[in-house]
């Protein structure tokens, strides 16, 4: 399928890129073992010894080197002169602000402001969502209520990628995998830019992934984490309204399916429990499995197999009709749910009763 739209002879070429740029961030991120942040374990985290962070500065090295070379000699890929501009502005900016909550351990109110700056370079250039394409109802001009939903967007799913980064792997491989299904959709549908940006932002990811999992020599840090929520976000809303192909605003939230059930589950029934949401916790639910005793290695591996089911329910979802498109878009939500009731019994199995100690 997507070599009807990809090139064969220029896929080649492309997968060389991401290949380079994996050797490139594999060398910052063996640099940064030895310059990185020290993270000290304590109560809410898994791991038991000092290691360094912010091993996501080679994926963020790698991706910009790449998007800096779409810009100059890309042609089929480009998208217009402001758009580009924005995307170049805001991952910059992202990735300086991670970079600095890394350093400095920011408040997450000072976090959270900065992370809006921002999106609200996006949201300047002009790229911002102006239609939904929702089941039954098809493409719903939202107009500058688009506007309120992107930034909305952006900010959610770059917390959610931060809040998730608590395991080896999981964060890094759940990225990985969503930029390999929406590369080979974009590129089925014409999308080249979002073809191109999810594959260069893979290569970044492919050559850190390798110091992070099974064992991790280097956390990603909220460089990495913010920076690859962000620029997934990014995409989706760019692939949303600057195709040749209209995408569905849904492809990125059914890819990252797994990270944003979990969030949005944890969010509510801390809500409802009448804690401190912005207290730092350990009550996610990748958390709670593996305090009840699941290797942490399978718990990434699961949600892993969450975005691999995300990524097929988004081809299944763009392949169908409208009318069954419903039931496809419900199928993650019914694996998280089942997930959940799992993740439950074995808690209770284990006596953890609650589970945001």
């Known amino acids: 399928m997507i070599l009807s739209t990809v090139s064969v002879l220029s896929l080649p070429r492309h997968l060389a890129l991401m290949a380079g740029l994996a050797i490139f961030s594999g060398i910052i991120v063996r640099v940064m073992i030895t310059l990185g942040v020290p993270d000290r374990p304590d109560a809410r985290k898994a791991h038991t010894a000092t290691t360094p962070k912010s091993g996501g500065v080679g994926i963020v090295c790698a991706f910009l080197l790449g998007v800096l070379l779409l810009y100059r000699y890309g042609q089929v890929s480009r998208i217009a002169e402001p758009y580009f501009i924005g995307v170049i502005a805001a991952s910059l900016l ?3 602000v991670s ?63 931060n809040f998730i980064d608590g395991l080896n792997g999981l964060a890094a491989g759940v990225t990985l995998i969503a930029c390999l299904f929406l590369a080979g959709i974009a590129g089925a549908l014409g999308g080249f830019f979002i073809y191109t940006a999810s594959l260069l932002l893979a290569g970044g990811v492919l050559g850190f992934l390798p110091f992070n999992f099974p ?56 809500f409802l429990a009448r804690e401190n949401i912005a207290r730092a916790h350990h009550g996610h639910l990748y958390q709670v499995v593996r305090r009840a005793g699941m290797d942490a290695r399978l718990v990434a591996i699961i949600h892993w197999l969450f975005a691999v089911l995300g990524g097929l329910t988004a081809i299944a979802f763009i392949s169908t009709p409208s009318v069954p498109r419903l039931w496809i878009g419900l199928t993650p939500l019914a694996v998280q749910i089942v997930w959940t009731l799992y993740v439950s019994s074995r808690a ?6 609650r589970w945001s100690c």
């Not at 969030?263 to 029934?269: N, S």
């Not at 209770?348 to 009763?353: D, K, L």
């Open 348 to 353: 209770r199995r284990a006596g953890i009763g």
């Open 215 to 270: 064992r991790g020599r280097i956390f990603m840090g909220d460089v990495g984490s913010q920076f690859c929520g962000f620029m997934l976000a990014l995409f989706g809303v760019a692939a949303a309204r600057f195709e040749q192909v209209q995408m569905s605003f849904l492809l990125v939230p059914f890819l990252l399916s797994g990270v944003l059930y979990d969030v949005t589950f944890t969010l509510i029934r801390r």
């Open 94 to 96: 992202i990735a300086l």
């Open 99 to 161: 970079l600095l909550d890394d350093l400095l351990d920011m408040s997450f109110a000072v976090k959270l402001a900065t992370q809006l700056i921002a999106a609200l370079a996006v949201i300047l250039s002009g790229l911002w969502v102006h239609n939904v394409a929702l089941p039954l109802l098809g493409y719903v001009n939202l107009g500058w209520a688009g506007v309120p939903l992107t930034v909305f967007f952006l900010l959610f799913v770059t917390n959610a990628m």
